[in-house]
Every structure is written in structure tokens, then in C-alpha cells.
């Protein structure tokens, strides 16, 4: 015992490490803030390390040329010792990072923690869940699968919307003029240097700012935070009601460390590993490229958005949310923090929380693309549409199922979703109009004028036409019907 | 003095007061320190960004004329699909610089040669003979069969590629990947209404 502690005096006398570890790990906090809420951000912390660990591991092995890159993922899963479980680590890891992180996020926000003094603290963050995305994109494109490569194209074509440097801004973040070797070798550059650099020091320095101003005291309603007197306030509290951080309240960051790694291992050994999907040959074009689950809501947004407004959106949305964001301390720097006083921030995150909610499980099934085999590979025209159907009518749902008309629309449940279903279409239009609707198109369904021969066109809505319930007719246009029941004249 | 323990290495009488003169001495000498660096750090600066920024180049520095083979290949009345290999590349770029386009005949002297990527945001549209239409897979953007815009969140048409026919081959200007920054210039647009002219 006393060689361990000559050895700790002689590392200490020249590291002089030991005397600020130990006031660090020693401050008071208040008591209330040793709580269940407060294990975020030492979990994100966490994450970090194993996502740099796993990323080393994995570095062994990945080759970051585009002509190898998806090949050696595949030796990874399939024939090196539990590669597939490393790589699944790591792309666990990444989802549970986003995730802690923007809970971290949240619950800072709802807490009011980003006001004086930790301004920096949370435009620090800020940074941090950017770097954190940004890891996320770039680590999506280094699993180099057709994902990744229409990913990029996606990339590539929200750059190019750019004004005036349009163009540079595809050729710098292409390496060249198309998605190729140069792309990948950039972004392996940009996922294993840059971003962890830079993430690295910026958590470090998140980190020291919260330990030195102080973790953020249990907002309670009427406790109101002022410039002059409030870290006077804090010193008060953490002396009268706190407690020494460790082990305090570190235990609890230690278990949740413990079990949301626990829960990504076992994602991993359960769920296994990301991809690589198809191979990256830009000619394989029977593809239906999708992000990663957290850019999903963006993915929606993009198929959501009026033409004329997508340019807008992408180049200043962006840059509105970031400034707000970064402004956010500014300003409401002062004030309450309990959330029972602050009815447009709750209302603020439910919205956003909401919003990013429904978005992001309508990417994942994407009702706004066509089903692009719904009239080769699926089931056809069931039969009972067809049972006491006409030749005509027969031949129109033919043509219904050959012209990829179920590729938009559903019938009996299978089909696409980017049109309405068409089980009742007969309900809604009349003859003339689903004439007219067919040939010119509109609403977002194009013309079939020129694709289809005056008999297909009479066959096709002969078959529509039989679309209605048994108790329900057919829509008929009224002065139609009018002159129909006028009296015939006597001869 | 003696009671406190002074780090190894550090010597007592660095902690004296020292002349102020010599303190401005220094202070000169570190500022003339920091202007070399300074110096040095932009004339290293400049090669650094001429490096960074060697990827951008204008359009035409990229694009070469490109063989899709043989006329004979592409039936008159169809469109289909060409693969040729982007004029610039790198020996590890594997199958990425393989390109796909989308060749339509329309009669015997006439082509049209359309990107593959999607005017929206690029991903790889699908020709269907049956009702002679573009579709994409990503956000559902829809064209007819001579690249017009159909349906969608595309706000024009397909990328066209220039054509020429030499020695009964059809060639394309090709050789980068075509958005809305350098392929957007003024087009022709047939509309399904009826050929009305519209900025691309």
C-alpha cells in the first residue's frame, strides 16, 4: 500500500493531475439534480467512446476505396470472427447516440439548463448534435451500398440547389465530377478525422463546462434566474442542499452507462448489423434508395414540399434553425425554468417531437412513391372485381394491371399509395369524368392520352366503372340521367 | 517558499519578478514571432486551398464525348437502357463510375438521351414501355416518354445529355453527374398540353 502511494506521489508530482481530478469529482450538486434526468449526457459521452472504440476496430479491417469498401464489409460479416457483431456495435451505437443525444437535448430544453451562465454549454451541444448527424450521414455513406450511393446523388443534387456555387459545392463534396473513389476516400476522411476530432474536443469541453459552472440545480416554478444574483444562488444551494458529485450522483450515470450499452450489445447480437445492401454499381438501377432511420423525416419532408418550395426549404430552413437554436440562450437566458411555467416551450418540443414522429413513420413506408412492381409482382385483379364482368370490362382491368396504373393506385389493398385507392372510384367520378381523368391527367396524375389507344381508354373505364359497392350505384352526371328519363315521343 | 513543493523542473527563482524592459524585449520579439508564423501560415495557406479546391472545376472540364455503341442498338420507337464508363475516373473506383442513361429512339436520325437521375434529387428513374413512363422511386416523380415532367415534386423534366451520331455510333457529351447547377439552362419542355416553352 505504501509502494502504491509513493507510485501515485511520483506520477502525481509531474502529471499534477491529482488535485484537480479530485476538486472536480468532489464539487457539490444540488441534491435533487442526483436524479434519473440527469444521465444523458454522460451516456451520449459514452456512446462516444464506443462508437471510437468500435470505429477503431473496424478500421482494421474497411477499406476505404469505392472499389472495395462494400467487399470488405462483406468479409467483415461473413468471415471474420464476430465482425458482423463489431459492425453492428457500431451502427447501434450510432442510432442509440442520436437517440441519447437528442433526448439529452430535449431534457435540457424542458429544464431550462441552456440559460445563464451555460449559454456556451448549449451552443456547444448545439454543435455537438450537428457533429453528431454529421457522423451519422457521413457513417452511412462509408457502408458504400446503393443506399449510400443514391444517398450521396441526393446529397449531391441538395448542393447543387446552391445559388451561384451550385456547381462547386457538387464537385467539393464529390471529390470530382460523379460519386466515385474520390467521394469515399473524402468522407472516410470527414468520418474518421474531422467530425470525431472535432466532436471529441468540443464533448471534452462541454464537459469541463459543466462540471466547472455546475450542473443545472432542479428548476422549481417560481425560482426565477437572474444574471446579478444567480450564481450567488447556485453557490447557496449546491452548500445548504447538495451533495459531492461522486459518488453522489455519478452512480447513477454510472448504471445507465452500463445499461444503455448493454442495450446496444444487445441490439447488436439480436438485430445484427447494417447492410451492406446491394452493391454500388450505379447501372443496377432497380433500386428504392431510403436513408437511415434518422434522416427518414427529412426523406418525407422532400416528397411533401411544393416543388417551389423545396429550394427554399433545403438552402434556408437549415440555417433559421440553427441560428434559433444557437439564439435560443440569448433570448431567454433569464427567466423561469420549471416547465409548469413555460407553456411555448412545452408546446415547442410536443410540436416537434410530433412532427418528427409522424414524418418519420411516413418514411417508412413511403405511401408517395410508386409501388414500382405492384403490376408485375404482385397479386392481379382479384377475381371477385371480375366475376360478372363483361368481356369489356374484363379487358379493362387488363389494361389496368398492364399499364402500371396499380402502381399509384390500390385496389383490394395492394398497389401503391401515391393516388387514392380505386375501390370506389366509380362512387366518386362518373364516366365522362373518369374519362377525362385518365386521358389529361392532373392532380398529380399524369396524362394517359397519348399511352393509351381510344379501345384500352374505353375498356379501362368500363372496368373503373364497376367499382362501387353492391348497395351503392355507380356516380352519374345528373343532366345525363335527365335526359335519359325524358318521355320517349310517340310515333 | 521552501514549504510549498515546487514542481519538478520548475526553479525558485523563475517565480521572481523580473525588469520590465526586458519583459517589452520579449514581448517585441514574440509579436516578430507571431508575424513570421503568420507569414509562413498564409504561404502554406495557399497552396492547402488550391489543393481543396481542386475538385471544382467548370462543367466543360469534365465532359467528353462518350460512345453508347452502335445506332443499331437502340430500336426505333423504344427507350433504352445504356451503360457507358464516365470519362474521368480513378483506377479504385470499382463499378461507381459506370453510368447509367436512357437512350430513346425516335426515328431513324432522331435520339433523345436522358439522365438516369431524377431531376428532384437525383435517384435512378425507371422506364416503363407499357405506359410510357419515367417513374422514381424515391419521392414519386413522374415523366412521359420524351422527359417531360408528368407528375411529382420534379420542378422540369429529365436531364438531357448533347448527341451526336459519328460513324453510326451514337456519342454523348458526358462526364459529370447531372443536376440542377450545371444541366438547368433553358430547354425546351414539351408540356402534355401542348408544347409550350418553359424554363428547365
Keep these: 500500500m505504501r509502494r502504491l502511494k509513493a507510485l501515485y506521489a511520483w506520477f502525481d508530482s509531474r502529471l499534477q493531475l491529482g488535485a484537480p481530478i479530485k476538486e472536480m469529482a468532489l464539487h457539490p450538486v444540488p441534491n435533487k439534480t442526483a436524479s434519473w434526468w440527469y444521465v444523458f449526457g454522460s451516456a451520449a459521452f459514452v456512446l462516444l467512446m464506443l462508437q471510437i472504440v468500435t470505429g477503431i476496430l473496424l478500421a482494421l479491417v474497411y477499406v476505404p476505396s469505392a472499389g472495395q469498401a462494400w467487399n470488405s464489409l462483406n468479409v467483415l460479416n461473413h468471415q471474420l470472427t464476430l465482425g458482423w457483431f463489431l459492425r453492428a456495435m457500431h451502427g447501434w451505437g450510432s442510432n442509440f447516440m442520436v437517440a441519447v443525444v437528442l433526448i439529452h437535448m430535449a431534457q435540457v430544453f424542458l429544464f431550462g439548463a441552456y440559460k445563464f451562465p451555460r449559454e456556451l454549454t448549449w451552443i456547444l451541444g448545439v454543435f455537438l448534435l450537428l457533429m453528431t448527424l454529421g457522423m451519422a450521414f457521413t457513417g452511412q455513406v462509408l457502408r458504400f451500398d446503393q443506399d449510400a450511393y443514391w444517398g450521396l446523388g441526393i446529397g449531391a443534387s441538395i448542393a447543387s440547389r446552391v445559388p451561384f456555387i451550385g456547381s462547386t459545392a457538387v464537385h467539393m463534396m464529390l471529390g470530382g465530377p460523379i460519386i466515385a473513389g474520390a467521394t469515399l476516400s473524402r468522407f472516410f476522411a470527414f468520418h474518421v478525422f474531422v467530425i470525431p476530432g472535432m466532436l471529441l474536443a468540443f464533448a471534452c469541453i462541454h464537459v469541463w463546462m459543466v462540471l466547472k459552472l455546475g450542473i443545472n440545480e432542479w428548476p422549481m416554478p417560481g425560482r426565477v434566474v437572474r444574471r446579478a444574483t444567480y450564481v450567488a444562488e447556485y453557490h447557496t444551494l449546491t452548500k445548504k442542499d447538495g451533495r459531492p458529485f461522486v459518488p453522489g450522483a455519478v452512480w447513477k450515470d454510472a448504471f445507465f452507462s452500463a445499461a444503455i450499452l448493454a442495450a446496444v450489445a444487445v441490439c447488436a447480437a439480436v438485430l445484427g448489423p447494417y447492410g451492406p445492401g446491394g452493391q454500388p454499381d450505379p447501372t443496377i438501377i432497380q433500386t428504392a434508395p431510403k436513408p437511415d432511420f434518422f434522416f427518414l423525416w427529412l426523406y418525407s419532408v422532400l416528397s411533401y414540399l411544393p416543388p417551389s418550395l423545396e429550394t427554399p426549404f433545403l438552402l434556408v430552413a437549415p440555417v433559421v434553425g440553427i441560428a434559433g437554436l444557437i439564439a435560443l440562450p440569448f433570448y431567454a437566458g433569464e427567466g423561469e425554468k420549471s416547465w409548469h411555467k413555460r407553456p411555448v416551450a412545452i408546446l415547442m418540443l410536443t410540436t416537434i417531437a410530433v412532427a418528427w414522429g409522424v414524418l418519420t413513420h411516413l418514411g417508412t413506408f413511403t405511401p408517395w412513391s410508386p409501388l414500382m412492381s405492384a403490376w408485375s409482382g404482385g397479386p392481379p385483379v382479384p377475381i371477385r372485381y371480375t366475376r360478372d364482368a363483361s368481356p369489356l370490362q374484363r379487358q379493362g382491368a387488363i389494361v389496368f394491371q398492364s399499364k402500371q396504373c396499380r402502381n399509384c393506385h390500390s385496389i383490394a389493398g395492394v398497389g401503391g399509395q401515391r393516388g387514392p385507392a380505386l375501390d370506389l372510384i366509380a362512387t366518386r367520378l362518373t364516366e365522362d369524368q373518369l374519362i377525362r381523368q385518365v386521358l389529361q391527367g392532373g392532380g398529380n396524375m399524369p396524362a394517359y392520352g397519348k399511352n393509351l389507344s381510344p379501345p384500352e381508354t374505353t375498356a379501362l373505364v368500363q372496368f373503373l366503372e364497376t367499382l362501387h359497392p353492391m348497395n351503392q350505384p355507380a356516380a352519374a352526371d345528373a343532366s345525363h340521367q335527365a335526359v335519359l328519363i325524358e318521355p320517349v315521343p310517340k310515333p | ?200
Design chain 2, 1 to 200: 517558499m521552501s514549504e510549498l513543493e515546487l514542481p519538478v523542473g520548475q526553479k525558485e527563482e523563475e517565480l521572481t519578478p523580473v525588469d520590465p524592459l526586458t519583459v517589452s524585449r520579449r514581448w517585441l520579439l514574440l509579436k516578430v514571432g507571431a508575424l513570421f508564423n503568420a507569414v509562413v501560415g498564409v504561404a502554406v495557406a495557399v497552396p492547402v486551398f488550391k489543393y481543396l479546391l481542386s475538385p471544382a472545376k467548370p462543367d466543360d472540364a469534365y465532359k467528353s464525348w462518350v460512345s453508347l455503341g452502335s445506332v443499331d442498338t437502340f430500336p426505333v420507337g423504344e427507350t433504352r437502357l445504356a451503360k457507358f464508363t464516365n470519362p474521368v475516373g480513378l483506377e479504385w473506383d470499382g463499378a461507381t463510375d459506370r453510368v447509367a442513361c436512357w437512350v430513346r429512339r425516335i426515328s431513324q436520325q432522331e435520339f433523345q438521351v436522358f439522365a438516369i437521375n431524377c431531376a428532384h434529387l437525383g435517384c435512378p428513374v425507371r422506364w416503363f414501355p407499357q405506359s410510357q413512363l419515367f417513374m422514381c422511386p424515391c419521392h414519386g416523380g413522374a415523366y412521359y416518354a420524351d422527359g417531360s415532367r408528368a407528375s411529382g415534386p420534379p420542378e422540369r423534366g429529365l436531364f438531357t445529355y448533347d448527341i451526336k451520331i459519328v460513324g453510326g455510333k451514337l456519342q454523348i457529351n458526358a462526364g459529370q453527374m447531372p443536376t440542377l447547377s450545371n444541366t438547368a439552362r433553358l430547354v425546351q419542355i414539351e408540356n402534355a398540353g401542348g408544347g409550350s416553352p418553359c424554363a428547365g
